[in-house]
């Protein structure tokens, strides 16, 4: 632990040295002891104050519809890279930086579980959260419930992350691609993600914009597809 050294006078004739975890009085000759006893307790008064780190307090995120994912994706990669394991307390979101600690509060009974995203969803307009059957079982969650979520934990934000928005989500590749190519023009940028299942789904995504504020602002802006199908996204390093 980095230590500064502290020189400290609080009365006339008596200095108090603390650096590098100790302690050190230097007093005038005749300087009676009982001036100089309490300075220990000083000590460690300060060393607490400095080792000490407040708890972080949780941040109300967002309220909306949480679902759950199990199977065909178990044991299959997320989006982070992770193997997916249902039984695993984790969940998908779409903007929230992989690692991202979150309690869910399900607002029907009042249980609540955390959570670490680990995977991106839920790609329909209605929800804000998927959860893993672990997680869902947890808050007695059999289908979609109402939730309230607060960060616990946000990890370091690198400066390279980007957002999109997503438009569309169609089995149809050749769809997708004719989208794609119509919101480059109108745009600039859009690109193809797949996401894996039983069958691969194609999701068009529109922009690369460095803050969630800019993509949402986009969003605000894309015309020429259902504004139901129409939200912000986080891009992954691939």
Known sequence: M???TFWLEFSPGVRYRIAHNQWRIMAKPGI????????????????????HK?????VQFETGVASWYGHPFDGRPTASGETYD????????????????VRVHNLSNSQTVEVRVNDRGPFV??????????????????????????????????????FAVQV???????????????????????????????SVIWRVLVGMEPSEGRAAALAASITGVSAADVFVVRLDPQ
């Open 32 to 51: 009676g002891w009982w001036r100089l006893a309490w300075i220990p307790a000083l000590y460690t008064l300060i060393a607490a104050s400095a080792c």
């Open 86 to 101: 249902m039984e695993k307390l984790t969940a998908a979101h779409r903007t929230l930086a992989f690692g991202t600690i």
């Open 2 to 4: 980095a230590f500064r």
């Open 54 to 58: 407040p708890t972080p307090t949780p």
């Open 168 to 198: 569309a989500m169609t089995p149809d590749r050749d769809e997708a691609e004719r989208l794609r190519d119509q919101m480059e023009k109108q745009y600039g940028t859009a690109s193809l993600a797949a996401r894996g299942g039983e």
């Open 125 to 162: 307009k209605d929800r804000i959260i998927d959860l893993s059957h672990a997680a869902a079982t947890t808050i007695n969650m059999p289908g979609i419930a109402n939730t309230q979520l607060q960060i616990i934990y946000a990890p370091p934000v690198r400066a390279a992350d980007n």
